[in-house]
């Protein structure tokens, strides 16, 4: 399924700033199926998109589609991986899990069976009574990732999901979701400001400057399954490096 916006603009308040412009007609498109990731530095809108796209923020013009048809923000199948997993922590991970399918109906009778399902997924079927606290990060990102994908979404957002990790655990939650869209065949629109993560993960790369502006759409011409250190995943980082650092300038 895949999924664009049309001349995206968005302005926010600022009581310092006042009015802060964070797109202004941005247009791109997220191929169905893909692996995409939108990078740049921070404050350049990237989480911003991900909340228009969700209908979590509305946009001051501009719209979204779906396959080529217009829809409402929001109004797709879709499901949200966010920087930190938000959890319950008064529930376990298996009623976490079984939460999100009670807010989006799946009938009592259907949970049990499905949380297994997601749970066996992304490896912690034996952590289905543990409460979160419990649980490492990677663990806790972990159950975030089930939840989302409980609900059989056509489309994961994911916001910078592993960026609070420790590299090794993001390196093995890497190749864990890598493994998981390609069982799953979702859609993912990504969010980093990691360029080794984004060449690493993607079929294609949107790289905003600290205007919001897309100044680069590049695929990633490397197989699956990849590998960490690859010289040609190091020739593409190295390339959209160069064309990063001639493009931006607050790169934080």
């Not at 420790?166 to 069982?183: F, K």
């Not at 759409?217 to 190091?234: K, N, Y």
Request: charged share 30%; glycine share 8%; proline share 4%.
């Amino acid at each position: 399924m895949s999924l664009s916006v049309t001349d995206l603009t968005k302005t926010f308040e600022d009581a310092r700033r006042g009015n802060v412009t964070v797109f202004e007609n941005l247009t791109v498109t997220f191929e169905g199926g893909a692996f995409s990731t939108v990078m740049g530095p921070s404050g350049c809108g990237k989480t911003t998109l991900l909340n228009v796209l969700a209908g979590l923020v509305d946009p001051d013009a501009g719209h979204v589609s779906v396959d080529g048809e217009r829809v409402e923000p929001g109004d797709f199948s879709f499901a949200y991986v966010f920087q930190e997993p938000r959890l319950l922590d008064w529930k376990t991970v298996g009623e976490n899990v079984a939460f999100a399918l009670r807010a989006n109906g799946v009938p009592e009778s259907e949970r049990d069976e499905v949380v297994a399902s997601v749970l066996d997924l992304v490896g912690l079927r034996e952590e289905t009574d543990t409460y979160p606290l419990r649980l490492s990060g990677g663990m806790r990102q972990r159950v975030g990732l089930a939840r989302a994908l409980a609900v059989e979404p056509d489309v994961l957002l994911m916001d910078e999901p592993f960026s609070e990790l420790d590299e090794l655990t993001a390196r093995r939650l890497r190749e864990d979701l890598l493994d998981l869209w390609q069982e799953t065949g979702k859609t993912i629109v990504f969010v980093t400001h990691d360029i080794g993560e984004a060449v690493f993960l993607s079929d294609d790369v949107y790289l905003l400057n600290e205007r919001g502006e897309l100044f680069e759409e590049a695929t990633v011409p490397v197989g699956r399954p990849r590998t960490f250190g690859d010289r040609e995943l190091d020739e593409v980082e190295r390339r959209l490096t160069e064309t990063f650092f001639e493009n931006v300038t607050n790169r934080v």
